[in-house]
Nanobody
């Protein structure tokens, strides 16, 4: 069964850090570009960060640039999102998604695609930033 499984969410104080993981199950991620998306209560889903299949190209939304870092370890079939200096407005359910059609394209291209265009999507992990 093909799955993407997110983990690493939780409750953290403002200014803190969390590391999210996105693991592929039933397929190998190295042929896929990965996007991280989030949806806060009452808000539309938004793209957060993207990485090409090789890991050579990354892209960040302005709201997280300089605070978040996306990386991947294809040998472990996992993509990571390191989140630092977290703010209350980062509170959301975070999803990862995989797409093969533009896997080698610059990650900036991935930011033009909504999560619904991706081939596989995880169930999400909740991040709450609160004191």
């Amino acid at each position: 069964q093909v799955q993407l499984v997110e983990s690493g969410g939780g409750l953290v104080q403002p200014g803190g850090s969390l590391s999210l993981s996105c693991a592929g199950s039933g397929f190998t991620l190295d042929a896929y570009a990965i996007g991280w998306f989030r949806q806060a209560p009452g808000k539309e889903r938004e793209g957060v960060s993207y990485i090409s299949s090789s890991g050579g190209s990354t892209y960040y939304a302005d709201s997280v640039k300089g605070r978040f870092a996306i990386s991947r370890n294809n040998a472990k079939n996992t993509v990571y999102l390191q989140m630092n200096v977290l703010k209350p407005e980062d509170t959301a359910v975070y999803y990862c998604a995989a797409i093969s059609a533009v896997s080698a394209a610059p990650a900036k291209i991935l930011a033009t695609l909504k999560m619904d265009r991706y081939d596989y999507r995880g169930q999400g992990t909740r991040v709450t930033v609160s004191s």
